[in-house]
């Protein structure tokens, strides 16, 4: 079981910056593959990015490529997504998921934990 709780979410102009962080319970967070989700309001859950467990491979949506940077810290059980130059299209609840898999991480359908999810809010 690994339990995952999402910080760092809140209102910023466009053109902005913030840092999401996911926090992991459990001494296996290493095994995993981590990957970032989001969902704005009437629309499905999409990929954002993932990284590999050891954190030497990394994967990105389109959309954010470029502005937005994922890691993680595998001492402190821990993945991060730093988004830049913010966009009011960025705007949706983000979401941080555990996969076992090594492939396919951009299929939420990989995932087999999932966080609660923070708010993200771009003005323009």
């Known amino acids: 079981q690994v339990q995952l709780v999402e910080s760092g979410g809140g209102l910023v102009q466009a053109g902005g910056s913030l840092r999401l962080s996911c926090a992991a319970s459990?001494?296996?967070?290493?095994?995993?593959?981590m990957g970032w989700f989001r969902q704005a309001p009437g629309k499905e859950r999409e990929f954002v990015a993932a990284?590999?467990?050891?954190?030497?491979?990394?994967y990105y949506a389109d959309s954010v490529k470029g502005r937005f940077t994922i890691s993680r810290d595998n001492a402190l059980n821990t993945v991060y997504l730093q988004m830049n130059s913010l966009k009011p299209e960025d705007t949706a609840a983000y979401y941080c998921a555990a996969s076992s898999s090594r492939i396919k991480l951009v299929e939420r359908e990989r995932y087999d934990y999932w966080g609660q999810g923070t708010q993200v809010t771009v003005s323009s």
């Open positions: 459990g001494r296996t967070f290493s095994m995993y593959s």
């Open positions: 990284i590999r467990r050891s954190g030497g491979s990394t």
